[in-house]
């Protein structure tokens, strides 16, 4: 593949990634993994200036949730992201271009923690809280004001005496207190729910509840790092240290940790200081971010196409720990793809104990020589997706087995197979393989499909177990009591589900055709489908 065809590629499947992590909450790939190929595209771009596209990632800021049915505001002003440094020679190049930028000999810097949590917009009018929004895609976000109501850390009207600014728009990260996640998850275990990867997807997922109620059950924080736009005329503090300590008085926390540090040494002292307390904090961090504490010289050096020259998001290293690999798993997903799953001796790694790691395919354990019984590195990069980075050769058992996918299906036993253009095996049997039928029938039910309320995982597995559902539209001809004979059910419960199902029939095209799950008809296929189609 020649260097332009990779850097499409790259645009193409980064833009993808940017959409899981930012739109859905749901990120397929390790930060780690993410950064790279990111540094990978910014550099073929500088070599091919005339294919960098409007909507490359590096010409975007975050990701719109277009699935959801939510309202978007625009920003008063911009929120853009920052440029990240991965070690010591970026923060050293950051520091040289801030000097050469402002033409001076030495430089003072406002040092703050990077939050692992979600960014918000939160819009005053006259010290009354009026909207809040996520970051979006920079330019608009998603309208999420009720729900950030119910945060008790967000003052609905700000404190300290007047005058206000007529309008402000303070910036911030919503996020989960450490010691609240493990609450928060031990009480999902009791309920026998779905424990939580981490806080910020725990965060992120409260903040996009439709109902406020269900916002208000988790514990969410705000903390406070800067403002956006302002009324013209008002005078901020001409600091960042000093804003901060502004926003203080009227109400916002901020973090404790914020110093202003002298110079490249001060800046790598207290990224090197951060690092060391990062287990103890109250709170998750990936790294530290980097603003020249002056405001004037901020808008002297000014901004690059979707981040300031002024600040640097420096990230600290992927968390990494060693384990055993105690079993493979191949596990069957809802379009039957076959995914290799590492189980491993449990072990505490970026803050959480892992005991599984996705393999993703045969291709990737062949390119690893990943076997049952090694010794392995495990990484949570980002703090997010534990991976299995490589293999202690020299730790390896003598009677290993190279491992190799199986020919049939794990679950229903029919043939695996792989098509010619694809790198993944997939079960060929359809709807008759309980494990795609049971996410097949998650996927028809869901939210985004044919938001059928009260139809989850165990209710589903009952059915298969029972033979009574082959495919979707079976789901309509159930008896109100062959629901209400389910476990968990009571006959309310049935009746509500039943009425659902009910209500599930008036929907879109669109809806409808994303719900049966063929493959590569996602929702903004559906929605193009039905609009050629009249609907």
Not at 65 to 78: F, G, I, Y
Not at 305 to 316: D, G
Not at 352 to 358: G, K, L, S
Not at 435 to 460: C, D, P, S, T
Request: with cysteine; net charge neutral; glycine share 8%.
């Amino acid at each position: 593949m020649d260097e332009v065809a990779r850097l499409h590629l790259l645009q193409d499947k980064l833009k993808h990634y940017n959409q899981e992590y930012h739109g859905f909450d749901a990120p397929t790939i390790p930060d780690a993994e993410y950064d790279a190929l990111y540094r990978e595209l910014a550099a073929l771009e500088a070599r091919h200036p005339d294919q960098v596209r409007a909507d490359s990632p590096t010409q975007q800021v975050g990701s719109l949730d277009l699935r959801r049915n939510v309202r978007l505001v625009r920003h008063r002003e911009p929120m853009l992201s920052l440029n990240n440094g991965f070690d010591f020679h970026d923060l050293q190049e950051f520091d040289r271009r801030v000097r050469t930028g402002l033409g001076v000999e030495a430089v003072a810097y406002c040092c703050e923690p990077k939050f692992d949590g979600l960014a918000i917009n939160l819009l005053y009018r006259g010290g009354t809280l009026v909207q809040g929004a996520t970051r979006g895609d920079g330019e608009k976000g998603e309208e999420v004001t009720a729900n950030l109501m119910t945060v008790k850390s967000i003052p609905r009207r700000m404190q300290g005496s007047e005058p206000w600014p007529e309008w402000l728009e303070v910036r911030g990260e919503v996020l989960m207190l450490k010691k609240d996640f493990e609450q928060l998850n031990q009480r999902q275990t009791r309920a026998g729910d779905r424990a939580f990867v981490n806080p910020r997807n725990a965060a992120a997922g409260a903040l996009r509840q439709l109902d406020p109620a269900e916002t208000a059950r988790r514990p969410l924080v705000f903390l406070a790092y800067g403002v956006g736009g302002v009324s013209p005329g008002y005078e901020l503090p001409d600091h960042q240290d000093a804003l901060l300590r502004w926003l203080g008085t009227l109400g916002f926390p901020v973090a404790e940790e914020v110093r202003v540090v002298q110079g490249e040494s001060g800046l790598r002292a207290f990224f090197e200081n951060l690092g060391a307390r990062r287990a103890s904090l109250p709170y998750e961090v990936d790294g530290v971010v980097y603003k020249v504490n002056a405001r004037i010289a901020q808008q002297r050096l000014g901004f690059v196409t979707r981040a300031p020259r002024f600040a640097l998001a420096h990230k600290f290293p992927a968390e990494e720990a060693l384990s055993t690999v105690e079993a493979i798993e191949v596990q069957v997903g809802r379009t039957g793809t076959l995914t290799p799953v590492a189980h491993l001796k449990p072990v505490f790694v970026g803050g959480v104990t892992v005991m599984r790691a996705t393999l993703h395919n045969d291709e990737e354990i062949r390119r690893k020589d990943i076997r049952v019984g090694d010794q392995v590195w495990v990484r949570r990069a980002g703090d997010v997706i534990p991976e299995v980075v490589r293999v202690v050769r020299e730790l390896r058992p003598a009677d290993t087995v190279a491992f190799e996918m199986p020919l049939t299906c794990p679950v229903c036993g029919c043939p695996a197979r792989r098509l010619p253009e694809e790198i993944s095996w997939r079960c060929s049997g359809g709807l008759h393989c309980p494990a795609q039928r049971k996410q097949a029938l998650l996927h028809f039910v869901g939210r985004r499909a044919m938001n059928v309320e009260g139809l989850g995982e165990k209710l589903v597995d009952a059915l298969v177990e029972r033979a009574w559902v082959t495919e979707p539209a079976d789901l309509y001809r159930l008896t109100l009591e062959q629901w209400a004979s389910l476990p968990r059910m009571a006959m309310k419960s049935a009746e509500n589900l039943v009425q659902s199902l009910e209500r599930s029939k008036e929907t879109t095209l669109a809806r409808f055709l994303f719900a049966l799950g063929i493959r590569q008809i996602g929702e903004r296929t559906a929605q193009d489908l039905a609009l050629h189609f009249g609907r």
